[in-house]
């Protein structure tokens, strides 16, 4: 079989340019590994930023839906230190450039504005090649096989089809985040809701944090970062959700317990979420008929940008290649020439890192104060 335009990954950036190019009535088709849209949890809360994903969602003409998924409120912030005390408590006037929606919700408002058909699912490609002047064959799990003229790989950090451009790989950056989740925190769990507020808490330390913030239906859910070798992490039993807890809740020892019970109140098994990253300013040689977008070009340490950026990379994709109808080549290459340098600075544009002595709930409120002023 043989499709025009062929996208591997049903994520934000993949969706999001199979949107701007169904906008632009170019023939697009998304292959996904899941076998369904419900197949798995779709993450978080996200916040998206006037200055790139709201852009994004505008080139595909999606601003009212995406305002519609908008969680009021969680643009809040509360920083405190290690001992509970608040050190910034901001609360959410409506006036932020970056409301938080449930990464889920998003992803269904990008599903619904698709027809019915454009994306694949269950779908896993267990390879690539080139076959010449511009054509690949993607090969599937099932034995499957899809040729096209133009291939993009939207297919995440593991992506299969990178090694068409390059021979990069994700390393390990050094930390991991324990994933926990407190269910009707309001009546069930109200110190840890109270410390965590109407939006999003962060308590730093060097070499360890706390981050959590208040989803929908009174849900809060915690990223409990630690700067740890994986070996640390492998030692930890995570078949023993238990004895997993205790150890994880065991290296913040003496943190106020309004902020360890995000860790040992957890109403589910505590999930280890390893850190990843290609290199910074990671880019390739421009190859016919190939390129890539989001966490599949530019994976970097989390830092709030990683959707952002794979929603605007497939809005400017999508408008270079219905900005020059027949030309594929130079519309890759516009697309990548913005793309590299926006990527490699995004991703040097981090908060302090957990293993920085910078990192402490002080240092962040003051950063978070130059910030904003």
């Not at 009174?218 to 740890?228: P, S, W």
Request: with cysteine.
């Amino acid at each position: 079989m043989h499709t025009p335009v062929t996208i591997i990954g049903a994520g934000l950036g993949g969706l999001t340019l199979a949107r701007v190019l169904h906008v632009h009535a170019i023939p697009v088709t998304v292959y996904e590994a899941d076998s369904s849209p419900s197949a798995r949890a779709q993450g978080g809360l996200l916040d998206i930023h006037d200055y790139n994903g709201q852009l994004a969602l505008e080139e595909a003409g999606l601003t009212d839906e995406f305002r519609a998924v908008v969680l009021p409120g969680r643009q809040a912030l509360r920083v405190l230190d290690t001992d509970g005390t608040v050190l910034l408590d901001q609360p959410d006037d409506g006036t932020g450039g970056r409301p938080e929606v449930q990464r889920g919700d998003l992803r269904q408002v990008l599903l619904d504005s698709l027809p019915a058909g454009t994306v694949r699912w269950g779908h896993k490609v267990s390879g690539a090649r080139s076959l010449g002047d511009g054509r690949h064959e993607v090969t599937f799990a099932d034995g499957g096989t899809v040729v096209t003229g133009l291939l993009v790989g939207a297919d995440g950090a593991w992506s299969r089809v990178r090694p068409l451009l390059s021979c990069a790989t994700p390393e390990y950056i050094g930390k991991s985040v324990v994933e926990t989740y407190l269910f009707d925190s309001g009546s069930r769990h109200p110190a840890a809701a109270k410390a965590v507020g109407g939006g999003m808490l962060l308590a730093p330390s060097p070499g360890k944090e706390i981050f959590a913030h208040r989803e929908k239906d009174d849900t809060l859910h915690a990223y409990v970062g630690l700067a740890r070798p994986r070996d640390w992490f492998a030692a930890v039993d995570f078949a023993d959700p238990a004895a997993a807890t205790a150890r994880i809740a065991r290296e913040f020892e003496g943190w106020a317990p309004e902020l360890t019970a995000l860790i040992t109140d957890s109403d589910v098994a505590p999930v280890l979420r390893s850190l990843y990253a290609l290199p910074t300013g990671h880019r390739w040689d421009r190859v016919p008929g190939v390129t890539l977008l989001g966490d599949a070009a530019h994976l970097s340490a989390p830092n709030g940008e990683g959707a952002n950026l794979a929603m605007l990379d497939g809005a400017e994709l999508g408008g270079a290649i219905a900005a020059h109808p027949g030309d594929v080549e130079t519309a890759l290459t516009v697309y990548e020439r913005a793309m590299f340098p926006r990527s490699a600075e995004s991703a040097t544009d981090e908060m302090p890192g957990l293993d920085s002595a910078g990192n402490t709930a002080r240092g962040l409120v003051d950063l978070v104060t130059e910030h904003s002023g």
